[in-house]
């Protein structure tokens, strides 16, 4: 069983930037591939980024499009840890993100790879 925790959301302005945390219990983190998604009221849960292993201490990271060039995803295995830099935040942003972990996920773009789920952090972008 992995438990998540979320961390680091809140209320920041157009072009701004937060970074979101995931600390994951569990001792295989460092196989697990992890990912962020976010969802708006009324909408499906959307894919954001994914880190997943790619053998030896070699990691490799995908983005959506929309976030692409703005986002950062990283792990810090040592504190079973994954981050999201997100910078030049735009209002169309704004959404509960959650993180994910996935034991045999392949590149990490779908929620169905995933078996275990955050309970969610809001980021909102003022304009």
């Known amino acids: 069983q992995v438990q998540l925790v979320e961390s680091g959301g809140g209320l920041v302005q157009a072009g701004g930037s937060l970074r979101l945390s995931c600390a994951a219990s569990?001792?295989?983190?460092?196989?697990?591939?992890m990912g962020w998604f976010r969802q708006v009221p009324g909408k499906e849960r959307e894919f954001v980024a994914s880190?997943?292993?790619?053998?030896?201490?070699?990691?490799?990271?995908e983005y959506a499009e929309s976030v692409k060039g703005r986002f950062g995803i990283s792990r810090d295995n040592a504190k079973n840890t994954v981050y999201l830099q997100m910078n030049s935040l735009k209002p169309e942003d704004t959404a509960v993100y959650f993180c994910?972990?996935?034991?045999?996920?392949?590149?990490?773009?779908?929620?169905?790879?995933?078996?275990?789920w955050g309970q969610g952090t809001q980021v909102t972008v003022s304009s």
């Open positions: 880190v997943r292993w790619r053998g030896a201490n070699t990691y490799y990271g």
């Open positions: 569990g001792r295989t983190f460092s196989s697990y591939t």
């Open positions: 994910a972990a996935g034991r045999y996920a392949g590149a990490g773009r779908q929620l169905s790879e995933y078996q275990y």
